[in-house]
Structure formats: C-alpha cells, structure tokens
C-alpha cells in the first residue's frame, strides 16, 4: 500500500467513531442558521456568540483531527523506513 493509502486508511479509521461530535457540530451550525436566518426573539448578540462559538470549536477540532491523524502518518512512515 503507498503512502496516500496508508493515509486515506488512518483518515477513515479516525473519523468512525466520532458520530457524537459530529452531532454537536450539526446541533451548533443548524442553531447558527435558524439564528441568522430568522428574525427570533434571541437578540443579535447571542446570534454571534452561538455562531462564533460553533465556527470555533469546529476550527479547532478540525485542527487537533488533522494534526494527529498526519502526526500518526508521519510516525508510521518512519516506522517502516
């Protein structure tokens, strides 16, 4: 298997058992449109703190994900060299 396999695998393997992050992060972006997109009773205010909240968190797991997944990538390769 090359490198891009092995990568594409470790992808894959670690995005299985993450369904309850990925709810949270739809529960954050419906919130943030249904906020946006409708005149509600929530004040501007906690529109943009939900909606900045969401485009963080998910900023930052997508950042942590990647990193670990290439740092284990990287390990890997060595590994086998």
Known sequence: MNELEEL???IKEEHQGKWLMKLWLF???FFWIILFS???KFPDIWASAFAGLGIMFL???IIINWTYVL???IKQSFKTR
């Open 59 to 61: 900023a930052l797991w």
């Open 71 to 73: 740092v284990r990538f």
């Open 38 to 40: 409708s005149k509600s």
């Open 8 to 10: 594409w695998e470790m």
């Open 27 to 29: 529960l954050f972006v």
